[in-house]
């Protein structure tokens, strides 16, 4: 598979735009693991190759288990993950995955539960970037590791 286009090239006063986003949420209330979590999954979820290779990476980088990046994927049956975990990864896949009768309130109950309303608003920001960087990179098939040296990746060691 070959890279389509390089939209930092194409675009990039948005693609600018979207790194000032990406660098206000690493500031945001919601944890460096919580996040690289977030990302993994949404990554997973829309088959982005390249974001899933990176926050793979990131979360080795900022020493995340290699058991728990494992089962993100299935996160519900895994005894890893705390409840604020689950609650982030929970509202991670359904504003992913929007069912058509809207967030349902039980989602939203339980991860209301365990963030607060800023951290809420944080997370779901964090969200809408992710799918926004995985559409991208989806679309014009941004090849795995092919930025690893640029971004600092190399570190995680995981050739």
Known sequence: MTQRLNYFQQSPELSKKLVELN?????TTIETHI???VELRVSQINGCAFCVDMHVKMAKIHG???LRLYHVAIWR??????????????????????????VP???YDSVR??????ELADLTFLVGAINSWNRLNVA????????????????????
């Open 105 to 107: 309130d039980d989602i």
């Open 77 to 102: 049956e895994s005894t890893l993950f705390s409840p604020r975990e689950r609650a982030a990864l929970a509202w991670a896949e359904v504003l992913t995955q929007i069912p058509a009768s809207g």
């Open 23 to 27: 660098t206000l949420l690493q500031k």
């Open 113 to 118: 539960a365990q963030y607060s309303e800023k």
């Open 140 to 159: 014009f098939r941004m090849v795995p590791g092919s930025s690893d040296k640029a971004f600092g990746l190399d570190k995680a060691h995981l050739e």
């Open 64 to 66: 995340e288990r290699e």
């Open 35 to 37: 996040r690289e979590l």
